[in-house]
């Protein structure tokens, strides 16, 4: 909008009801409105000492630098619209680029959970006779004590195959487990 108002300001001095002198004191004060606004100190100092300079020039001399100023606003409006086409291309870019990190990283984490379905499957494949073996001890138990004791024997027994497995150890490595990356015990 700010640049409109700057457009329209320019437009103005094409009226014949406003003398150049005049349309230009009046976006001066206008910008100078703004920089107080925003606190930008060496904007209103420099804003200041313009319109004091201006209040000295002659008509004409206003008009030459009227012209002037048109004709630079003018060469600079068509590389301001390439710069702000070139932003919206550059967003535009940055928004796919983080859309397609986000998938990147939903396929990473399906990849992994089927990783690890397909590595627990076929660890169970392996030791099928382990685990039929622990069903028998863990049904012949009768106390609770005996079932637990029965279930961390198991348990002590399958780490320490997952950990001999070269399978397993590949897996926790990607996930970082063990390397001070990642979830510690991610998976375990």
């Avoid at 910008?31 to 107080?36: T, V």
């Avoid at 301001?80 to 550059?90: E, G, N, R, T, V």
């Avoid at 379905?117 to 005996?146: I, N, Q, W, Y």
Wanted: aromatic share 10%; net charge negative.
């Amino acid at each position: 909008e700010n640049g409109r108002n700057f457009h329209d300001s320019f437009d103005r001095l094409n009226d014949v009801h406003h003398s150049a002198a005049d349309t230009l004191h009046h976006l001066l004060r206008k910008q100078l409105s703004k920089a107080r606004f925003l606190a930008q100190t060496e904007i209103v100092t420099e804003l200041h000492d313009t319109i004091q300079i201006l209040q000295h020039l002659t008509h004409d001399s206003i008009a030459h630098l009227v012209v002037c100023i048109r004709r630079d606003y003018h060469s600079r409006a068509v590389y301001l619209a390439y710069l702000s086409q070139i932003k919206h291309s550059l967003l535009s870019v940055y928004g796919y680029l983080l859309a397609m990190l986000e998938e990147v990283e939903r396929h990473r984490q399906s990849s992994m959970q089927f990783f690890t379905a397909t590595c627990v499957r076929l660890f169970l494949e392996k030791h099928a006779s382990d685990v039929d073996h622990f069903v028998g001890h863990f049904m012949e138990a009768l106390k609770p004590e005996e079932k637990s004791a029965v279930v961390d024997e198991f348990l002590t027994e399958m780490y320490g195959l997952i950990e001999e497995e070269s399978i397993w150890s590949c897996k926790w490595a990607l996930w970082g487990v063990g390397t001070g990356e990642g979830e510690s015990g991610k998976g375990r």
